[in-house]
């Protein structure tokens, strides 16, 4: 129900969705597709954001139910936040600069934010 949701309070997550939408169809519109400019586009992206948004917090609980989906580690690893080397063995290692990111939380979440950072084609190409 997205009058009573989980998330944050619905008119002001309908405010910010209002906002997100007036920038990526108008303001950065060079940037996105064209099909963003379509109010079916629109409203589809309102409804799913509000879902979302009204379950906000169960979905958090699932992601973190099962324990063997749980990772320590940071919440993304870009070039700033992480550095990589080869041992003695040639084994990769890594470690980790920005502490302030690193935490436990679940394993999916983590690996999608390696790959919404990621370079596009690298992984379209690598991701088979």
């Known amino acids: ?3 009573k949701a989980s998330g944050g309070p619905p008119a002001s997550v309908a405010a910010q969705l ?15 597709p064209g099909y963003v400019v ?8 309102f409804r799913t954001m509000m879902t979302w948004s009204a ?8 992601k973190h139910s099962d324990p063997d989906y749980v990772a320590l ?16 063995e040639g084994e990769l290692d890594c ?6 990111g ?9 690996i999608w ?5 990621a370079e596009f084609d690298q992984v379209s190409d690598n991701l088979k």
């Open 38 to 45: 379509e109010k079916e586009f629109q409203d589809k992206f």
């Open 102 to 110: 690193f935490g436990s939380s679940s394993l999916h979440h983590r």
């Open 1 to 3: 129900d997205p009058l």
């Open 95 to 100: 470690g980790v600069f920005d502490w302030g």
């Open 73 to 88: 580690g940071h919440q993304n690893l870009n070039i700033d936040n992480a550095y990589f080397w080869r041992n003695a």
């Open 55 to 62: 379950y906000a917090a169960e979905i958090i609980y699932w």
């Open 18 to 32: 209002k906002q997100a939408t007036k920038f990526f169809s108008e303001t950065a519109r060079v940037l996105y």
């Open 113 to 117: 934010w390696g790959f919404n950072c």
